[in-house]
């Protein structure tokens, strides 16, 4: 499974922006996707997941409020809404898809990664 993740751009703190991640020909109906971060010289982070319905979300403390996954089951797409950005929400974000159906934090169950798309909030 190969992953596109897009969206990705410059904002000005307090802005908005929205990631997409794509399965090109296959969908993602029956994985539970995740978003992870990495800023440089730091570790990558989990930001959010979603199960493979859409049922069951989970978010990273410091985007609660101002983060949304959804999922899109006809296309398998699945969204991240980035809202109220920071500058600290600087990084390149990667979508992740699981083999399972029930999402995790842990980076590690997630078999298929995107390239990545970078956001970068300005002050």
């Known amino acids: 499974v190969q992953l596109q993740a897009s969206g990705g751009g410059l904002v000005q703190t307090g802005g908005s922006l929205k990631l997409s991640c794509a399965a090109g020909?296959?969908?993602?109906?029956?994985?539970?996707v995740a978003w992870f971060r990495q800023a440089p010289g730091k570790e990558r982070e989990f930001v959010a997941h979603?199960?493979?319905?859409?049922?069951?979300?989970n978010y990273q403390d410091s985007v609660k409020g101002r983060f949304t996954i959804t999922r899109d089951r006809a296309t398998g797409t699945v969204y991240l809404q980035m809202n109220s950005l920071k500058p600290e929400d600087t990084a390149a974000y990667y979508c992740?898809?699981?083999?399972?159906?029930?999402?995790?934090?842990?980076?590690?169950?997630?078999?298929?990664w995107g390239q990545g798309t970078q956001v970068t909030v300005s002050s």
């Open positions: 992740a898809a699981s083999r399972t159906s029930v999402g995790s934090i842990d980076y590690t169950q997630y078999a298929y």
């Open positions: 020909k296959r969908t993602l109906t029956n994985n539970a």
């Open positions: 979603i199960s493979w319905n859409g049922g069951i979300t």
